[in-house]
């Protein structure tokens, strides 16, 4: 969906989305495409990558705020669909921090020598949530989906260091105030976008910029390293202009960001390892890289982890 597909439903242009947000482009998963077909997908990808025999995957991660149902977790049909046979799958709702909460929880899963090897995927069917008669927030979001295989490794390589921290007392900046058990529907429910994602985007922005700077040091500091030392930076891809200001205040230059917002817009949980995977396919990972990965999402929830690849 382009910029020029939404001037036809909302009162926005090109210029205007481009210059606040740097989105040219969104993919859209067609009707019938539901968010395990697309977790599917992306797992497929990523166990062939990793040689990873089916019935080494000892964990199944998902993070998503769009499910398939709300019971059972869409981990548990990806696994289905997958036929992991020794798998334990559930899904970690943390919003656009679900891939780093899953990474965090795959971490600890291998250091406690719990599990060895955990596929961590992040997947969003946002337009499922979106509300196309709100322009503060339709011209954001899009679909995508994306995984890694997380293992052990002697070498020294894996995940250094993580780090999360939430403010639920700001959850009504980004939520979706109906549905839940607080506010479920009712025979008498009259539409009113409420079931969708709702935004305070100049908020939301303030507490991003601040909190996804401060998850970055304090993931570089706990592996004991320097911003310098970093080889490349994988935002959550939510605006370029956050993304610029979190690449002025960790003194990197903007070759060492990974940027993919301009083709695929906000795709929350999903959007780290999309853009992790489209630098590490394009060869811009080596041996030994330390790969920088930071995100924030509603909740309010971020956070950051550091990986030698
Ligand atoms: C959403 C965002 C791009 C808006 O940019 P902004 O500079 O903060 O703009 P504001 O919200 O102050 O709105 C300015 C004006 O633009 C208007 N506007 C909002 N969306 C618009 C659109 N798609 N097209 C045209 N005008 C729009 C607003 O209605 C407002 O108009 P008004 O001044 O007449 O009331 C920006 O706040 C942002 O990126 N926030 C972070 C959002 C985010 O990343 N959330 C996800 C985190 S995971």
């Given at each position: 969906m382009t910029n020029a597909d939404f001037e036809k439903i909302v009162d926005t242009s090109d210029e205007w989305i481009v210059s606040r947000t740097g989105i040219r482009e969104r993919r859209i998963a067609d009707n019938g495409i539901s968010t395990s077909d697309m977790a599917v997908a992306a797992l497929r990808q990523a166990i062939d990558m990793a040689q990873c025999p089916h019935d080494e995957i000892d964990a199944i991660i998902v993070g998503t705020i769009t499910p398939d149902y709300r019971l059972p977790s869409t981990a548990c049909v990806v696994q289905e669909k997958m036929g992991f046979p020794n798998a334990v799958a559930f899904d970690a709702l943390a919003a656009c921090t679900g891939f780093i909460n899953g990474l965090s929880i795959a971490r600890a899963f291998i250091e406690t020598g719990t599990y060895k090897k955990v596929a961590v995927i992040g997947v969003e069917r946002l337009s499922s949530i979106?509300?196309?008669?709100?322009r503060n927030t339709c011209v954001l979001f899009g679909d995508a989906a994306g995984a890694a295989i997380v293992a052990g490794d002697t070498n020294g390589r894996g995940i250094l260091s993580t780090f999360m921290k939430s403010a639920g007392n700001l959850r009504e900046l980004l939520w979706m105030p109906t549905g839940g058990t607080l506010n479920p529907y009712t025979a008498d429910f009259t539409y009113d976008g409420s079931d969708k994602l709702t935004m305070n985007g100049s908020e939301v922005f303030k507490v991003a910029v601040r909190q996804m700077c401060d998850a970055a040091f304090r993931v570089i500091d706990k592996a004991g390293?320097?911003?310098?030392?970093?080889?490349l930076v994988i935002p959550h891809q939510a605006n370029m202009r956050i993304i610029d200001a979190l690449r002025k205040r960790l003194g990197?230059?903007?070759?060492k960001v990974v940027l993919n917002v301009e083709k695929y817009g906000n795709t929350s949980s999903a959007s780290v390892p999309l853009a992790l995977d489209e630098a590490n396919r394009a060869g811009r990972i080596k041996p030994d890289d330390h790969v920088l990965m930071v995100a924030f999402g509603g909740g309010l929830i971020w956070g950051a982890a550091l990986v030698r690849w």
């Open positions: 979106t509300n196309y008669k709100d390293l320097e911003p310098s030392d970093i080889s990197v230059t903007m070759d």
